[in-house]
């Protein structure tokens, strides 16, 4: 997808979309390799094995090839429609594996192995951050997952999530606070791993 500002990202996007649904092929092809970045790093952020997250990825672009006749841009954002097919992908394979959906689901903690994050803090900090992280509720780790790591507006998590705008941005800076207030409050770098 283009570095585009979001409003431009948005009607490039929208008009992708009105273009597939009018029978232009070329035009679900360019939506797939605008939308196949954003939804495949959602997806491996909350699955394991890359094998299967890119099983969930395939999986998404046909439910949303199938579904392109019924999306209506004006209703939400096409970045948001696909995000929120990939979490119902996730609560689907869970569904199907377990026979109940586990709370880990849909929010999973974020893996950062040789990710920027574990370069600038260290490997104590980012475990220190995973085990603050769940702590949290499934649901809040998911809200701060979809701000922080996949990059969504407070409006677009309200979509994705079945939320008011209000409260998103609301749970969002309570987390934040939480984080922030335990981070001030818990060991100096290097203790964690005296703690036992």
């Given at each position: ?9 948005d009607?490039?996007?929208?008009r ?6 009018r ?9 797939y390799?605008?939308l196949y970045?954003p ?5 491996r952020?909350?699955?394991p094995?890359?094998?299967d997250?890119e ?5 998404v ?6 579904s392109?006749d ?9 970045l948001?429609y ?9 609560v689907d ?5 377990a026979?109940r959906?586990?709370?880990e689901?849909a929010?999973?903690v ?10 600038l803090m260290?490997?104590e900090?980012v475990a220190r ?10 649901e809040?780790r998911?809200?701060?997952m979809?701000?922080?790591g996949d990059g969504?507006?407070f409006?677009?998590?309200?979509q ?6 209000a ?11 939480e ?5 001030d409050?818990?060991p100096?770098r290097g ?6």
């Amino acid at each position: 997808m283009p570095q585009l500002p979001w409003p431009l990202r948005d009607a490039w996007l929208s008009r992708l979309v009105v273009r597939g649904q009018r029978g232009d092929r070329e035009a679900f092809r360019d939506l797939y390799r605008a939308l196949y970045g954003p939804v495949s790093r959602y997806l491996r952020r909350r699955v394991p094995s890359p094998a299967d997250a890119e099983e969930l990825v395939g999986q998404v672009f046909f439910r949303l090839l199938e579904s392109l006749d019924r999306i209506d841009p004006r209703k939400g954002t096409v970045l948001v429609y696909a995000l929120s097919m990939a979490r119902n992908a996730l609560v689907d394979e869970a569904r199907s594996r377990a026979g109940r959906v586990p709370e880990e689901a849909a929010a999973a903690v974020p893996d950062t192995k040789a990710g920027p994050l574990e370069r600038l803090m260290g490997e104590e900090d980012v475990a220190r951050v995973r085990s603050e992280l769940a702590r949290l509720p499934a649901e809040t780790r998911e809200l701060l997952m979809l701000r922080f790591g996949d990059g969504l507006r407070f409006a677009e998590i309200a979509q994705v999530m079945g939320l008011s705008e209000a409260a998103v941005r609301q749970r969002t800076s309570r987390a934040v606070r939480e984080l922030r207030a335990r981070w001030d409050a818990g060991p100096a770098r290097g203790e964690l791993a005296n703690d036992g």
